[in-house]
DNA sequence: CGGGCTTTGTGAACATGTGCACGTGTTCGG
DNA sequence: CCGAACACGTGCACATGTTCACAAAGCCCG
């Protein structure tokens, strides 16, 4: 992959947050360097797995003695564009999105939340743990004024398309849906989910099977 | 995939219940047979996955036809393993542990929440959305009277291994980590996790190379 | 009852992802 | 200065997943 070879593949991308969580770790502990061995058992991969996607990044190890943990990091976190924030916008005020707008991790991580969208009328002007409740007509406006370039589905199912279709028209680009249901965005917007009941009957496939079968 | 090549590929098995929740909706319009190509746009996927995907249920479609609904949906149930309940255990009766024991959708797909874990022995004995919070020792005993096969990790991310291990101690083989933590878990026990951050930070790398490539 | 239409089920080609094995550069002790 | 240990980077083989394309099967209708 030596230089402009610059097509990551998608399972590499996955992975790439995890690895730099652990070279967060790493930073804490104050250590310099790290192996690729090291940094697999950290991340719960194969070692030659690790090389094969740090080298997509670029040939930033040494031989003989491995990977410079903050400029790995560095070099990590520019690619994944992580050195400046990402304002996300909430679009649902429910149970699931007050909690999301609690939750401190987002902030932390370089995704403050900077609005929350309704629908409802009666929620539009509340302050949710500060942050302020907007109308969905006001995604537009919000996404220019408050440079938001992500948008988190929190509505009910039945909702989340016409709330994609709202996101995308906005000119949102990335979209993280919690909705349990199938949602098509236009060409050139991401979209990721998030489906807790469908993790949840994976599960229960394998648990079966074992109960079952395993017998 | 004629009679007893009973070994459903992975990303088959993450697509099921997609599948399931099309099929539950073409069910409440009455619909009574479904193409692979109707239900493959329902999926948000190629018709062709579909069938492949179908045929290592059975041969369960008929051919100039399509598939039966109600059959099919059942048929896939009994291989989800969601002809019965599967009770599960929340450790961490935080803000995500108590939201998610809010959520009436888990009860409605089959995963009641039967207990709260939580190391806080403040927190133990509360009442939670009428759900009990009990210490993290009882897991065996709860296990056991309730019939629990499926834990879910919402603790800080420097628990998440010890719970983990303490569900594994208490026979408890499917695990679903909310935390941010790499863990690992015994020989037959399955592991899932839900990362927000790391999703986030998936979407934040494509939008980042729209925005400084795709110019 | 037969021909045409529809739609499944699947073999085969292709694409993507994984892991081994090893050449190569680096360090370090003696 | 040399050799041994180390650890990266990557070619290659293998595994898994996706898509195409088409024969076979069932339905409908005249
Ligand atoms: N609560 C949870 O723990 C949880 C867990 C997993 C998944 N989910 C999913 O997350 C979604 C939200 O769940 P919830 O419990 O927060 O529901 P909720 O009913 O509490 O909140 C939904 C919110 O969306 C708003 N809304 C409805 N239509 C809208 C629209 N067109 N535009 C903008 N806003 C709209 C409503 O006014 C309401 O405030 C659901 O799809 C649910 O299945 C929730
Ligand atoms: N809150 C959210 O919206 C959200 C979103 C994404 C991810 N998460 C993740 O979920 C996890 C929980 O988040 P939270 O906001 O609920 O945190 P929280 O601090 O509110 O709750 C954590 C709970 O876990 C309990 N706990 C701590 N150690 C324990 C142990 N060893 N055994 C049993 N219980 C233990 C604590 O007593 C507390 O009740 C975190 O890892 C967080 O990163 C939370």
Redesign the pocket.
């Given at each position: 992959?030596?230089d402009r070879s610059r097509r990551i593949?998608?399972?590499?991308v996955a992975r790439l947050p995890v690895y730099l969580r652990s070279l967060a770790e790493l930073l804490e502990d104050k250590t310099a360097t790290?192996?690729?061995?090291r940094l697999a058992e950290m991340a719960g991969?194969?070692?030659?797995?690790v090389?094969?996607d740090?080298?997509y990044l670029g040939?930033?190890?040494?031989?003989?003695?491995?990977?410079d943990v903050e400029y790995l990091a560095f070099q990590m976190s520019r690619e994944l564009g992580l050195t400046h924030d990402w304002p996300v916008v909430i679009v649902g005020a429910g149970n699931l999105g007050q909690a999301l707008a609690n939750y401190g991790g987002f902030k932390e991580r370089g995704f403050p939340v900077a609005a929350l969208v309704d629908a409802d009328r009666a929620k539009v002007g509340q302050l949710v743990h500060g942050v302020p409740v907007h109308h969905l007509d006001e995604l537009p406006v919000l996404k220019e004024r408050l440079g938001i370039a992500i948008g988190i589905i929190a509505t009910p199912a039945v909702a989340a398309q016409d709330v994609a279709d709202a996101l995308a028209e906005a000119g949102i680009g990335s979209i993280l849906n919690f909705a349990p249901a199938v949602i098509s965005v236009p060409e050139g917007t991401s979209l990721r989910k998030v489906d807790l009941a469908l993790e949840l009957q994976i599960l229960s496939f394998y648990q079966e099977h074992r109960d079952t079968e395993g017998v």
């Open positions: 992959m030596s593949p998608e399972a590499t790290v192996s690729s061995e991969v194969n070692a030659a797995k090389r094969k740090l080298s040939s930033y190890g040494t031989r003989g003695v491995g990977y």
